[in-house]
């Protein structure tokens, strides 16, 4: 298994302001995800965090809005610029285990925009 | 792309009754099946996955999922719930080989009554 950490756990955030999550893992992972989970809503994939090149985006999801970095197999860090209340949500940083193929979550930030 | 389907929304049972969440997916090719459970303020856990072999396979807590392929299926069973399972139940599948592409069902909540 995979142990996940995030740091904030949750933020509350002002309108046109910046964050940036962290997502650190227990070990090293070859794939490594961002999700997001709106109020009331399912989990969607924002992006695959890339070691060593650039993220791949999911349809609806942009860079400049969401980058993202991934300097080694066990940390990465995803950036919501230029909040708006629309992306209130709880952000999830997903590991795959090299090997057995599991997918596992970290607790997710928290975050609200107002 | 594929696309799951959860038909419950919201499920409230008493203690010692039995559960059954539904699941349907959508993809032309071979997938792999998950149930994550969410309890509240928890964070994602995976319940249990199939792969291939024995369509029927146990998770945690006395969780089990039956694969039926024909009707593209993968519904969740525990034959008597405890106030301790109400969570939030998340149904999610892949394509075999993808490790990237996981789709989530809307979730069932589930709520069991002391």
């Known amino acids: 298994s995979a142990v996940i950490s995030q740091k904030p756990s949750r933020d509350i955030c002002q309108r046109g302001t910046s964050l940036t999550i962290q997502c650190q893992v227990d070990?090293?992972?070859?794939?490594m995800f961002w999700y997001r989970q709106q109020p009331g809503q399912s989990l969607t994939l924002i992006a695959t965090a890339n070691q060593g090149s650039e993220a791949t985006y999911e349809s609806g999801f942009v860079i400049d809005k969401f980058p993202i970095s991934r300097p080694n197999l066990t940390f990465s860090t995803l950036t919501v610029s230029n909040m708006s209340p629309e992306d209130s949500s709880i952000y999830l940083c997903s590991v795959v285990a090299d090997g057995s193929y599991e997918q596992y979550f970290g607790p997710g930030t928290r975050l609200t925009v107002t | 792309a594929q696309s799951v389907s959860q038909h419950n929304h919201h499920v409230i049972l008493s203690e010692a009754a039995s559960l059954e969440l539904g699941c349907n997916y959508s993809y032309g090719g071979t997938v792999n099946l998950f149930w994550y459970v969410q309890y509240p303020g928890q964070h994602l856990q995976l319940l249990l996955k199939y792969f291939s072999g024995d369509p029927l396979v146990k998770g945690i807590k006395g969780f089990e999922a039956e694969f039926i392929k024909s009707k593209f299926s993968f519904n969740l069973r525990k034959p008597s719930v405890q106030w301790s399972d109400t969570a939030e139940y998340f149904c999610a599948v892949r394509p075999s080989g993808s490790a990237r592409q996981l789709t989530f069902g809307s979730g069932t909540q589930l709520t069991v009554l002391p």
């Open positions: 070990s090293q992972v070859t794939m």
